[in-house]
């Protein structure tokens, strides 16, 4: 996005100002500190994104493992207390501890908003805690589920860690960026959209 503002006067010349805005990296929260984090960390990492590690496992979420990460050490319950979650974070839940994704899960589905949250296993795995969050009556809008995925990441046949790890990275880029994942030789419009808005204002 970009402003434009002009008729700035100074000392009879008028002066025209461009500012382009560029949004902040995305901020990816993973939660889980296994060795088969590494190869997401470290393609987020190549992408410049902000990277923070949740677990509840002190000999395993380590700067010496991850030293490019910010490190909290928490239960589920107080995992997120100091970690800052808005609409340019995305969260996956990939701990390989059923009770603490769920209860990461709750709170992300019942208090915070972010657009995107993964979480990996099967469909099974997800609706028996959606099922058994809605029994002990968490509340969530509809349209949270809607940020939910789970299998996580792009249908692309991965199967070794780096590439579900390629596959989870394109699936939070497609949604970040708006689009929708596919072939680009199926894409009628422009690859690079050339629409940024111009906002010109005169002072």
Not at 107 to 132: C, F, H, Q, T, W
């Amino acid at each position: 996005m970009k402003y434009e503002t002009s008729g700035i006067s100074a000392e009879n010349t008028t002066l025209t100002a461009i500012f382009e805005y560029l949004e902040p990296n995305v901020s990816l929260v993973i939660a889980g500190a296994g060795n088969d984090v590494f190869p997401l960390v470290n393609m987020a990492e190549i992408l410049g994104w902000q990277i923070t590690l949740v677990d509840g496992r002190p000999a395993y979420a380590t700067t010496s493992r991850f030293p490019s990460c910010q490190i909290v050490v928490s239960d589920a319950d107080k995992a997120f207390d100091n970690v800052l979650l808005d609409d340019r974070t995305a969260v996956v839940l990939m701990s390989h501890n059923y009770h603490y994704d769920k209860s990461l899960l709750k709170v992300l589905l019942s208090e915070n908003y972010v657009p995107y949250i993964g979480m990996l296993g099967p469909k099974k795995k997800k609706d028996r805690i959606l099922a058994e969050l809605d029994e002990a009556g968490v509340l969530w809008q509809d349209e949270a589920l809607i940020r939910l995925f789970s299998p996580i990441g792009l249908n692309i046949g991965a199967e070794t860690p780096e590439e579900i790890a390629l596959s989870i990275i394109a699936e939070i880029k497609a949604i970040f960026a708006k689009r929708e994942s596919g072939f680009l030789r199926d894409y009628p419009g422009k690859i690079h959209s050339r629409n940024n808005q111009i906002i010109n204002s005169r002072l």
